[in-house]
């Protein structure tokens, strides 16, 4: 059995949430600088610089990314020869959100009450954690930092089997239609097939933090990618909205067992301020 003080996830959580928000991920910048070197649209490599620009100077100068720093959220996989000592696990990650975005002076964007008060909360907590286990001792942690520009235009679409890889297809390239210019693009969509209703999203999510170039194992899921990125990037919503070649810098697709009388298909569209990291604890 392995002891983990609580203070360790705590620390963990901190130094991922300020990394994330201030330097991009090495396969996103990749992306987006392909995607300008083969832009053809003066306004749209107008646009994609200005993006690239954008990310060598949060790090240069330690500011975050974006203006929005998001929710933040945590995947804690813990292993079940783990024990953790010394506080409660959840606070330790809350306290690790809530300590990075004040060291960071990252902007506070949660609200306790959604739909009456609306009154900030202060401190960007709660984080939402999702907490799963696996045999051994490791423990992982994946965090994601969610704009809601993009979150807003994420979709769940509940089609009958019938509706087989062309309906799933459809439901992908309606939902980043009508965000159009709404999630900061280009954007990275995840794609989640199967579960129920709140397992597909779950899915969606976690694939918007599969780095950029690596496709789904499975062939058939790898080509639905492929398929789906190029209608995308024929939908002509570009850079910012503004028109060309690029509107996603990638498509990842994850897939669970679903009912023999379903298949929701979750649609999960992050910016190009796609801010994801994982770290061992
Ligand atoms: S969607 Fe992304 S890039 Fe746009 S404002 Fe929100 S966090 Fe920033």
Redesign the pocket.
Known sequence: MRELPVSAVRDAVRRLFLDINRKIGPDVEAAMRSALEKEISPAARYALTQLTDNYAAAEETGLP??????MAICFLTVGQDVHFTGGDLNEAVQQGVREAYEEGYFRKSIVEDPLFERKNTGDNCPAVLHLSMEPGESVRLMGIAK????ENMSRIFMLPPAAGEEGVLNAIVIAVREAGPN??PPIVVGVGIGGDFEIAPLLAKRATARPLGVHHPDPRYAALEQTALDRINRTGIGAAGIGGLTTALWVSAEYAPTHIAGMPVAVCI????SRHGEIAI
């Open positions: 990314l974006c203006q929005d720093t998001g704009g809601f520009g993009s999630p900061c992050c910016c190009h301020a």
